[in-house]
């Protein structure tokens, strides 16, 4: 959609010139404007507005059908919750003007090729519905669209082509029939009947190996946790059975049924899928997320249930809403509140079951997690009588269900409850979770406290939290962020290198250099090696503990000061992590100096990566390592570890890119040189070869640093794959030797990290497939661990 013009007013000049030229683009941003506000709030009815509407676009026809063709194709793909207002008017221009509702057809088929070229699937499903909702404003013969849907299902019977392809054409045409399914019945039922039994044969023998890696909650109970084709499936056979009856959609076409049944109607034209290519990128399975029933909103309209096609439709609905308005908070809130029907059903609980499913898909949410605590926040404001309660009832829910619920939604929603308390004076009633102080620290629903309350930190101060909680909660408030410096007073000065520490400190207080303070440090002794040994620069664990812990003290004040200080002595820290084990030493400091302050730990290993003191397989090695065993479930632990892989990745797509760009421009300059080569002096060909030679040169390099940073890259997982199968195998052969259960909570969280990193970053693992197959996941490998590599490769099948 364009932005409107203004024209200024008082640039003098010749004011009637300049209004001939903008009134076209005045009156075609006019246009615009009526379009998109068609549906929405009104003095008029809908109906009236849709009749005025059609007639001021009939009339503009033949001097802006191309500007209301395009405008029209664009509010099919982008503004799907109003599909049937759209579909309506469509119908209404093609009854008063037969050729335009053909080409208006004509242009959603090339929409559609385009969108599915482009791997835009989600909007192709759109512009599907909408083609289909056309067959009830008499604006395309059913025959065609049942043989359009028919060519979509005969993608079932296609060989060698990923399950997400077929399931794709299989979820398009259910996703239609809530809207047309009564009319296509009714015209050509034998086929329908036939379209449906495919699907059925299809939906029993695909695979769903992936569903457990999806599902929020491993417990059926109360609610199962179903995945999206077999929920739909089950939604439409309900239909079926209630004679297509559904009571939900806004269907403004019906008050003009006496003047769309007199319109010519147009056959679609053939369409063929696209054939399967390999850069195809398919949308991933889902489970459709389900925290509420009946049950659950005692007072007003019922809740349709979880297999009623009119929950579909609302939550289909509501997801569209957030879609086309989730940069504006504002419009999306007062959006999704003004949802036509609302007095049929309990809005409030589609709103918060839809945004929390949206909030825990698995691999990642649509949307950033932030979107959506700002979301519920301008929710609340907007009804701050009704939807708080809703919002407090849901997040009991999850509390209570804490023990099945997937890890990685854990941390979701932990982040997301953290930031919602602090926007609310950190306000909750604590003492009906005083259940969690009854059970082991390990357990999900302490752990899930005190991890809140530790994020909360981060969104306030110490104190704030320790006033905020009852004084019952003190084992799970976290401790005070302060630095535990090792060489403090003298009471630690038998401590070896405490004479040192004194020194380093005065030097660094006296700003000396790195040059001289690598002097200094040349004297402490070495606690690997024999005194009679000398030798060298190897490493040397006190070293860089007298140096580090000093400097980080002296920078205690601040992530700035602790930033300035890194950058200053840079040259001594890349001296002392020479070696893997100085890598590894360095974040051990790092942990023991500051592990009260998770976040502290978490900044510094970040910049530590940045600025090449440590890399991102030191970090992993670390983070799985004996002395970290303690913190392995917590938290800022995978926090860290995600966004290093992350680090890593970005390394790797920037260099690529490089790579990439540089190929075009030799490619362009190849291509110029071949244009011109007819009429082109000896001194220009000379500068174009030396040109040529330096990109092919730089090529050359880039080539080396992709497959160097590749490789990192592929060691990088290598590395955390073999650390999780080693601390798995052992949790597994110890459990067995002492005929233990192996469902302990550690090895919960444990696995479903596993699964966690798989999903997070399912792009650039299926890169290593075969490696990780030859090497780590091999037939011999524990069945638990292996069905998680298994589940991972069943995704994309």
């Not at 929390?356 to 649509?366: D, I």
């Not at 409850?417 to 602090?422: D, G």
């Not at 090792?486 to 005065?506: C, F, H, Q, R």
């Not at 390099?701 to 990192?712: M, N, P, R």
Request: net charge negative; proline share 5%; glycine share 2%.
């Amino acid at each position: 959609m364009s932005r409107r013009r203004h024209s200024d007013e008082n640039d003098g000049g010749q004011p009637h010139k300049r209004r001939r030229t903008s009134e076209p683009i005045e009156i075609e941003d006019r246009l615009e404007s009526l379009i998109c506000r068609v549906g929405e709030k009104s003095t008029s009815s809908l109906e009236s507005n849709l009749e005025g509407l059609a007639g001021v676009l009939e009339a503009d026809l033949p001097n802006f059908k191309n500007k209301i063709l395009r405008i029209l194709c664009a509010v099919a793909r982008l503004l799907p919750e109003k599909l049937t207002v759209y579909t309506t008017l469509v119908g209404l221009l093609n009854a008063r003007n037969y050729n335009f509702g053909g080409e208006f057809v004509e242009a959603m088929i090339r929409q559609l090729k385009e969108t599915l070229k482009s791997n835009l699937y989600t909007e192709a499903v759109y512009l599907v519905r909408f083609l289909s909702d056309l067959v009830n404003c008499h604006v395309i013969a059913a025959p065609s669209m049942v043989a359009m849907f028919e060519n979509f299902v005969s993608v079932t019977q296609e060989e060698d082509i990923p399950q997400v392809r077929s399931d794709w054409y299989v979820f398009a045409v259910l996703s239609c029939l809530p809207w047309v399914g009564k009319e296509l019945y009714e015209k050509k039922d034998v086929e329908m009947d036939r379209l449906l039994n495919q699907i059925d044969g299809y939906l029993k023998r695909r695979q769903k190996t992936h569903v457990p890696m999806l599902q929020v909650w491993t417990a059926e109970k109360p609610h199962p946790q179903e995945e999206y084709l077999d929920c739909l499936w089950a939604q439409v056979q309900k239909l079926k059975k209630d004679r297509w009856q559904e009571r939900h959609i806004l269907r403004p076409y019906i008050a003009f049924d006496s003047v769309l049944c007199e319109a010519l109607q147009h056959n679609l034209p053939p369409f063929t899928p696209p054939a399967h290519s390999d850069d195809a990128v398919y949308p991933m399975p889902r489970v459709i997320f389900r925290m509420f029933d009946y049950t659950d909103a005692p007072e007003g309209p019922v809740m349709p249930g979880s297999h009623s096609v009119e929950r579909f439709v609302i939550e289909e609905n509501l997801h569209c809403i957030i879609k086309s308005h989730w940069r504006e908070r504002k419009t999306c809130a007062a959006q999704l509140l003004s949802y036509p029907g609302k007095n049929k059903i309990p809005l409030n609980y589609h709103i918060v079951e839809v945004i929390f499913g949206e909030l825990f898909q698995l691999p990642s949410p649509p949307h950033i997690d932030v979107m959506y605590t700002a979301l519920l926040i301008e929710l609340c404001k907007l009804q701050p009588g009704s939807l708080p309660q809703v919002l407090a009832q849901a997040t009991e829910m999850m509390y209570m269900r804490l023990d099945t619920m997937n890890t990685s939604c854990i941390d979701r929603f932990i982040s997301w409850f953290s930031h919602h308390l602090s926007n609310f004076q950190f306000r909750w009633s604590w003492e009906d979770w005083a259940d969690c102080l009854t059970v082991d620290l390990d357990k999900p629903k302490p752990k899930f406290v005190k991890e809140v309350l530790e994020k909360s930190m981060r969104l306030s101060y110490h104190q704030r939290i320790v006033d905020i909680v009852p004084a019952s909660f003190s084992a799970l408030i976290p401790a005070e962020p302060l630095f535990q410096y090792k060489y403090d007073d003298e009471s630690k000065s038998s401590l070896p290198g405490y004479p040192m520490a004194i020194t380093v400190s005065n030097a660094i207080k006296n700003r000396a250099s790195n040059e001289e303070l690598l002097t200094i440090l040349k004297e402490v002794p070495n606690p690997n090696q024999e005194d009679d040994d000398d030798e060298g620069d190897g490493f040397n664990p006190l070293k860089i503990d007298v140096f580090l812990q000093t400097l980080l003290h002296l920078a205690a004040k601040s992530f700035s000061h602790s930033f300035s200080a890194l950058a200053k002595f840079h040259e001594v820290l890349k001296a002392l992590t020479e070696t893997d084990e100085g890598k590894l030493h360095i974040l051990k400091v790092v942990y023991e100096a500051w592990r009260n302050h998770p976040q502290m730990i978490a900044v510094l290993v970040d910049k530590m990566i940045r600025t090449q003191i440590v890399d991102c397989a030191a970090v992993a090695n670390w983070i799985f390592s004996p002395d970290m065993a303690h913190d392995f479930t917590r938290f800022y632990m995978w926090e860290i570890l995600h966004s290093t892989i992350r680090k890593m990745n970005k390394h790797v797509q920037k260099i690529q890119k490089e790579l990439e760009e540089a190929k075009d421009k030799l490619e362009k300059q190849q291509h110029k040189k071949q244009k011109d080569s007819g009429d082109e002096e000896d001194m220009e060909k000379n500068n174009s070869e030396d040109e040529d030679g330096q990109l092919e040169e730089q090529i050359e390099k880039l080539q080396e640093k992709v497959e160097s940073a590749q490789s990192e890259q592929k060691n990088l997982f290598l590395v955390i794959f073999q650390r999780f199968i080693m601390l798995l195998t052992e949790h597994l052969v110890r459990c067995e030797t002492a005929s233990m259960d192996i469902n302990t909570c550690w090895y919960k969280n444990c696995i479903e990290r596993l699964q966690q990193i798989f999903l997070m970053h399912h792009v650039t693992i299926q890169q290593y497939v075969g490696t990780l197959e030859n090497l780590l996941f091999t037939a011999e490998l524990d069945h638990h661990i292996l069905a998680v590599y298994q589940q991972f490769c069943a995704l994309q099948l």
